[in-house]
Nanobody, 126 residues
Framework: QVQLVESGGGLVQAGGSLRLSCAAS????????MGWFRQAPGKEREFVAA????????YYADSVKGRFTISRDNAKNTVYLQMNSLKPEDTAVYYC???????????????????WGQGTQVTVSS
């Protein structure tokens, strides 16, 4: 089992940047695929980005491709989401999620992930 704690959210102006971090407990972090999702008020949770256990494969939603970068540091049990050129429509609670890498994973599917953090608020002002 793994516990996830997100940090790094906040208020930023449009065009600005933020880096979210997700710290995971446990010794087997490197055996989990990781994802970032977000949920805006009144909307369903949606996929943002995902990364394989090794970091060798990454996946992005079309809406963030070219602006956001997911990465991981297995030595630090942490996954990151670097967000550049932020837009007001990026405003949401951002969640990280984990799933054992030997599971059948659809990177962009909420249902694929077994463990979730509590979320961190990102607000982008226009």
């Amino acid at each position: 089992q793994v516990q996830l704690v997100e940090s790094g959210g906040g208020l930023v102006q449009a065009g600005g940047s933020l880096r979210l971090s997700c710290a995971a407990s446990g010794r087997t972090f490197s055996s989990y695929a990781m994802g970032w999702f977000r949920q805006a008020p009144g909307k369903e949770r949606e996929f943002v980005a995902a990364i394989s256990w090794s970091g060798g494969s990454t996946y992005y939603a079309d809406s963030v491709k070219g602006r956001f970068t997911i990465s991981r540091d297995n030595a630090k049990n942490t996954v990151y989401l670097q967000m550049n050129s932020l837009k007001p429509e990026d405003t949401a609670v951002y969640y990280c999620a984990a799933v054992p890498a030997d599971s059948t994973v659809v990177p962009g599917s909420v249902e694929s992930y077994d463990y979730w953090g509590q979320g961190t608020q990102v607000t982008v002002s226009s």
